[in-house]
């Protein structure tokens, strides 16, 4: 078997995920939380808490979503969970949301291509995830989170339109 081109902390992404889902509990869940443990524990201590985030946070989504396929489980619903928790955590310890996220939906399309999944359904569930943590944060990080992935992120602009009429 080759030799897995995922970082540590994306490789404990990876198996966090494939333990998740073989979790008899709401998986959805399970993957929330080990992607925020996860990133907090990259993060601890660390003096450029934003740079580290955004680092971790496309380690970690990258990591998920090969677990994830991997494990024959559902990629998109990983996906969108992962980068909730990744949006949600960036806010904790104190990271630029609106980065955080763009780096998280970037890495989760670009995850989700290489495991052979549907780009656009990607894109979907990837921006669906870090909306939802930022409408949970306040509006301020809503307002933020919109305008950066609507300006960064190719398609965004559609999805967003698309999510807010459902």
Do not use: F, P, Y
Request: a positive charge; glycine letters at 12%; charged letters at 20%.
């Amino acid at each position: 078997m080759a030799k897995s081109s995922l970082s540590i902390v994306g490789r404990a992404a990876k198996m966090a995920t494939i333990g998740a889902a073989k979790c008899s509990g709401d998986v959805a869940e399970a993957v929330l939380g080990a992607a925020r443990d996860i990133l907090l524990t990259a993060v601890d201590g660390v003096a450029q808490v934003a740079i580290a985030t955004e680092k971790s946070a496309v380690q970690i989504v990258t990591g998920a979503v090969h677990g994830a396929a991997e494990q024959g489980g559902d990629v998109m619903l990983i996906l969108e969970w992962t980068i909730h928790g990744m949006v949600k955590s960036a806010s904790e310890v104190g990271a630029d949301v609106g980065k955080t996220a763009v780096a998280a939906v970037g890495a989760g399309i670009m995850a989700a291509e290489k495991v052979g999944a549907d780009a656009r359904r990607a894109l979907k569930h990837a921006v669906a995830g870090a909306l939802a943590a930022a409408d949970e944060i306040d509006g301020n990080a809503t307002k933020v989170v919109r305008a950066v992935l609507r300006t960064s992120i190719k398609g965004a602009k559609g999805v967003i339109k698309e999510l807010s009429k459902e």
